[in-house]
């Protein structure tokens, strides 16, 4: 792993995407781990995952394309345990 961490890019597959409840999972699960997180979404610019105020204003809807980055010595674990919440629609589907 280089300074940039590990990084992967994902599809909101929950309807109303990163809403306050989503994003407050993320923030419980991105908390257990020391790795610093970060989210951006479509390109724009990033946010850090675990803050409720910096996910919910990056204004992700359904559908929306999200890369999440993971800094830290846990970087990968962080990183596949928050694609995994991502990619089971967060429990709302």
Do not use: W
């Not at 923030?27 to 990033?46: K, L, P």
């Amino acid at each position: 792993m280089n300074d940039g961490g590990v990084s992967r890019e994902l599809i909101l597959r929950n309807r109303h995407g990163l809403h306050v409840r989503p994003s407050g999972q993320f923030v419980t699960v991105a908390n257990r781990f020391r790795a610093e997180v970060y989210v951006s979404v479509e390109d724009g610019e990033e946010g850090n995952g675990k803050s409720m105020l910096d996910l919910t204003a990056r204004a992700a809807a359904g559908g929306a394309r999200i890369r999440i980055r993971a800094v830290g010595p846990d970087a990968e674990e962080a990183l596949a345990a928050l694609c995994e919440l991502v990619d089971s629609g967060f429990g709302e589907d």
